[in-house]
Structures are given as structure tokens and as C-alpha cells.
């Protein structure tokens, strides 16, 4: 273990393990300011005929029934992520609170439920 920091913390951490209050953090991510200069050199060079192309090249390949599955497949996720967002865990969780919803609205009466009860 290293010496105390000046929160009176080992390594800038609590008892618990986390980041201590006042903890500066890190220094965060170094390639950042490169990465958002690339971002923005494709934001200015690319042009709006060449986002419909490569969203209807996507399009074209995931309905070619002749093409691989699996690229099928990647074609219709990458589609999908551009157009709606890549989901995130907090989508999903909403995305499956609203199912158990709509499966526990349609239950009969007497039909196990979801939460705590030790069915879910």
C-alpha cells in the first residue's frame, strides 16, 4: 500500500475502495484531442449523398437473401446503430421493465409475476 494522500486515503481511494472525495481522477483519456480532430476533419469532408449511399449499401445487403448470414446480419446491426443509436444496458433495462409490463397486463390472475417473487 502507498502512503496516505492528503484526503488522508490510500491511493486517493475510500475504505470502500472508491475515489475518495476531492480525488482529482485521472488524467483522462490522451488521445482525445487527436481523435476529436479526426472527428471533425470527416464531419466537414463527408457530404450528405455519401451518408444515404452507405446506409443504402447497408440496406442492400442486408435484404440480398444470397449474401453470408452472418454478414447479413452485421449489415442490419450496423444499419440499425447508425439510424436509432447504439442501445445502451439503460435502454435494455427500460426495454425490459416495459416487457415484464406488458406480460404481467395480459396474465391471468393466478400467473406468476415478475419482481422479487423469485420467478424473475
Request: proline share 6%; glycine share 10%; aromatic share 4%.
Amino acid at each position: 500500500m502507498s502512503e496516505a494522500d492528503s484526503n488522508g486515503q490510500a491511493n486517493g481511494r475510500d475504505n470502500a475502495g472508491r475515489f475518495a472525495k476531492g480525488n482529482a481522477g485521472g488524467p483522462g483519456n490522451p488521445n482525445l484531442a487527436v481523435m476529436n480532430k479526426h472527428r471533425a476533419a470527416l464531419l466537414r469532408a463527408i457530404k450528405s449523398p455519401d451518408v444515404k449511399y452507405s446506409l443504402a449499401v447497408m440496406v442492400e445487403i442486408f435484404r440480398d437473401a444470397n449474401v453470408n448470414p452472418s454478414v447479413r446480419l452485421a449489415a442490419s446491426i450496423a444499419y440499425q446503430n447508425r439510424v436509432l443509436g447504439v442501445p445502451t444496458q439503460t435502454d435494455i433495462a427500460e426495454r425490459l421493465e416495459r416487457l415484464e409490463q406488458i406480460i404481467e397486463s395480459r396474465a391471468p390472475e393466478n400467473a406468476p409475476r415478475f419482481g422479487g417473487n423469485g420467478h424473475d
